[in-house]
């Protein structure tokens, strides 16, 4: 598969403001992985793709209901692998996260060919779309590795917006950039 992978990546350098162990934090890394990859399953649907990066789609290979139910399937995983942090408060912020994106998706599906959009309702959509699941992505890999609370806030704030500026460049690219540049059609 392809893919840049830098949710588990931000997860492992955040942890390593902390007591940095691998066995703990690997988990986070992967469960924030699997959100990403359930909702690119979900878009694909969604948007009726039939590739992405070059590949068939899990809906093109085998149908709508089962990619659906992959996608489900993955946000389910992800609480799974969670639970093995023993940590509440982990828990709460992950959950939060698969709601907030979940709300970030319906809201895309919803405004889809609303042309009246203003820049509020562009950048609460990217928040949820992207820049929320990189700052959960940082906070988590603090949590996991019990760096102080007011780092993991400060991560969180950090990964908040390079998610943000990833996501403008992301959109402003699908506009200006060619097909070498971007990886897939232009």
């Known amino acids: 598969a392809g893919g840049k992978r830098i949710r588990p990546v931000f997860v492992l350098l955040a942890a390593k403001f902390g007591t940095y162990d691998i066995e703990r934090v690997k988990h986070v ?4 992985e699997l959100i990403h990859m359930a909702s690119l399953v979900h ?5 009726d793709a039939e590739l992405r990066r070059g590949r068939q789609t899990i809906k093109a290979k085998w149908s709508n209901r089962f990619a659906m139910y992959a996608g489900d399937y993955m946000f389910a995983r ?3 692998l969670m639970t093995r942090l023993e940590n ?5 912020i992950l959950a939060n996260t698969i709601v907030e994106v979940c709300r970030g ?19 609460r959509r990217i928040k949820r779309k992207t820049a929320l699941l990189i700052a959960a992505s940082c906070q988590l890999g603090a949590i996991a590795a019990n760096a102080a609370k007011r780092t993991a806030d400060r991560l969180y704030l950090f990964g908040y917006y390079v ?3 990833f996501q403008i460049t992301d959109d402003i690219l699908d506009f200006t950039g060619t097909e070498a540049q971007l990886g897939k059609p232009a």
């Open 29 to 32: 890394a992967v469960a924030l």
């Open 78 to 80: 992800s609480l799974e």
């Open 163 to 165: 998610g943000m500026s």
């Open 43 to 47: 878009d694909d649907v969604i948007d």
């Open 88 to 92: 509440p408060l982990a828990h709460r």
């Open 105 to 123: 998706e319906i809201e895309q599906i919803k405004d889809k060919y609303r042309f009246d959009q203003n820049l509020r309702c562009y950048l």
